[in-house]
């Protein structure tokens, strides 16, 4: 069965680094989303994006994000600069079709820890 | 986005049908229902969506009322490995714009 994979499973960075997370959505998909959870609390949406520009942001997502599909198959989030507060798991997902609910596969993340 | 409305947790027994309802009064018309499972340190997965009436999988079914305000995912006869956090979404299809958002879910734990 396809899957989201994500790249690496653990982060570990100083404040004010940059970091690159990447994703391999599957195949097919055509619609890419990046998404945070820290720890303990809730999923929180940061970025949709598709035919190679963002749908949708969150307030989360400043000007210290960005995204980009560099190829045919990665999809990165790029954060500038780390702060503490960044600390968190960043969970990838690709949907097959445009719409906001349609099932979307999510990677197994990567656990993010700005230290 | 319609907001929704869970309860925070629940508890059940092994072999237990269990019932998660939410709430979504402002539910638009070409709003869809879709619930979403997560376990502890991975991504969240489908479960199952629907617009009306009843919808069932392999894994569970989701009953919605004809005023659609309130949604009910059922899951028949849980295991202790159906422990996680369940959650429901709302949003429209077929807009271009897919802002997904996730509520704060219903934290089910499944005793022995």
């Known amino acids: 069965e396809p899957e989201v994979t994500q790249t690496p499973s653990h982060q570990v960075t100083q404040m004010g680094q940059e970091v690159i997370l990447r994703c391999v959505p599957i195949s097919n998909h055509l619609y890419f989303y990046w998404y945070r959870q820290i720890l303990g609390q809730k999923v929180e949406f940061l970025v949709s994006?598709?035919?190679?520009?963002?749908?949708?942001k969150s307030e989360i997502f400043d000007d210290q994000f960005s995204v980009e599909r560099p190829d045919g198959s990665n999809f990165t989030l790029k954060i500038r600069s780390t702060k503490l507060e960044d600390s968190a798991m960043y969970f990838c997902a690709s949907s097959a079709w445009e719409s906001s609910d349609n099932e979307q596969f999510f990677g197994p993340g990567t656990r993010l820890t700005v230290l | 986005l319609a907001k929704t409305t869970q309860p925070i947790s629940m508890d059940s027994y092994e072999g237990q049908e269990v019932n998660i309802t939410c709430s979504h009064n402002?539910?638009?018309?070409?709003?869809?229902i879709t619930w979403y499972q997560q376990f502890p340190s991975q991504g969240p997965r489908f479960i199952i969506q629907g617009y009306k009436t009843k919808v069932t999988n392999e894994v569970a079914s989701l009953f919605i009322p004809a005023d659609r305000k309130s949604s009910t995912l059922s899951l028949p006869r849980v295991s202790l490995s159906d422990t996680a956090v369940y959650y429901c979404l709302v949003g429209d299809r077929r807009t271009g714009g897919f802002k997904t958002i996730f509520g704060a879910g219903t934290r089910l734990f499944v005793k022995a």
């Open positions: 402002n539910i638009a018309t070409n709003d869809y």
């Open positions: 994006f598709y035919n190679n520009e963002i749908s949708e």
